[in-house]
């Protein structure tokens, strides 16, 4: 695609459009007021969701500008099904106002319709930082390289964030029955002890078996929707990932053989104790799923994905006029 983007998302850009720019698309950032020249060199406009429902008349001004020039604007919301925003009532207005031409999100599993083209546009693995780290996947069968049995780190810091308190009551009860087991759980909170990505890797290539449960932005929403971003990243490193039930996982991975999840605690805790005792089984699941990541799930293959959307869009809209 040539032309360029108009990035309006708050702070630093997203992974997707980082992406978007590694494949050569210039990006321009925070711009509410382009001028002609712009407009017309533009191909999409990215705004947040949350803009949508805060600041809509400042949205609704850009999209006029950006109607009149056939230009799509654009989210990629991370955060469904949960909103920062949970007002009923504006949720209700945007989706019936319609202000976006294309609403991305990692889960459409909620109902609500903010623009006429949705996309299921899943999280991914960063390949700049998760990656094998210059190790080959056979360089972590030997169990003699692992540190750890089961091991998690995130955000878990329940005490002031409450979006956190489900996951850390979950650990907290599967750490006793994996310690009658003879097995060690070691959870770090990336709150109070940040982590960089050369350091996430190391742990995660230290660990036999890597946990994931929950996602803050869950909270008050029916949980198992979307695939958090370590569910790919934790593949992308080669190490063995043990999920908690998503809905979205089969889109991704096939269940079974790239992708082993549990429904509750003693399950987990079961299937923590099958997979350390067949190493050799985690082992052929970690490779199915990073070879199955590498090929399908980094953030180059969403900008692709994202790419075409934008794409189809605008040659429906020229088919239209």
């Known amino acids: 695609m040539s032309g360029m983007i108009l990035d309006n998302t708050p702070k630093e850009p997203t992974p997707l459009v980082r992406a978007i720019a590694a494949l050569g698309v210039e990006v321009v950032r925070h711009d509410w007021a382009p ?3 712009l407009l017309a060199s533009l191909e999409a406009c990215f705004v947040s969701l949350y803009d949508c429902l805060k600041r809509p008349l400042e949205v609704w001004r850009l999209k006029g500008q950006l109607a009149r020039r056939g230009v799509p604007l654009v989210t990629w919301n991370r955060d469904a099904p949960g909103y920062m925003d949970k007002a009923p009532w504006r949720l209700a207005l945007l989706e019936r106002w319609r202000l976006l031409d294309i609403y991305a999100a ?11 083209t949705q996309l299921l546009l899943a999280n991914a693995a960063d390949e700049e930082h998760y990656n094998l780290g210059g190790l080959r996947l056979e360089d972590l069968d030997d169990p003699a390289r692992y540190r750890w049995d089961a091991g998690f780190f995130g955000a878990l810091d329940a005490a002031r964030y409450k979006e956190y308190r489900a996951r850390a009551e979950f650990f907290g009860a599967l ?17 109070a002890h940040p982590l960089s990505p050369a350091e996430q890797r190391e742990r995660i290539q230290a660990t036999r078996i890597n946990l994931n449960f929950g996602a803050g932005c869950e909270y008050g929403q029916p949980a198992g929707h979307g695939l958090p971003e370590r569910c790919f990243g934790i593949p992308a490193c080669g190490g063995f990932l043990l999920s ?5 996982a089969a889109d991704a991975f096939e269940p079974g053989s790239e992708w082993i999840d549990f429904s509750g605690v003693e399950d987990a805790a079961a299937k923590i104790a099958r997979y350390l005792a067949d190493f050799p089984a985690a082992r052929a699941v970690a490779a199915r799923a990073h070879r199955r990541v590498m090929r399908e799930h980094t953030y180059r293959h969403r900008a692709g994905q994202m790419l075409g959307a934008i794409e189809r869009w605008r040659a429906a809209r020229r088919s239209a006029a």
């Not at 750490?175 to 709150?191: E, F, H, I, N, Q």
Request: aromatic share 2%; glycine share 6%; proline share 6%.
């Open 35 to 37: 001028r002609p020249a």
């Open 106 to 116: 990692h889960s459409l599993a909620d109902g609500r319709r903010f623009a006429a």
């Open 175 to 191: 750490a006793p029955r994996l310690a009658a087991r003879g097995v060690a759980l070691d959870v770090l909170d990336t709150l």
């Open 244 to 248: 908690d039930r998503r809905l979205h």
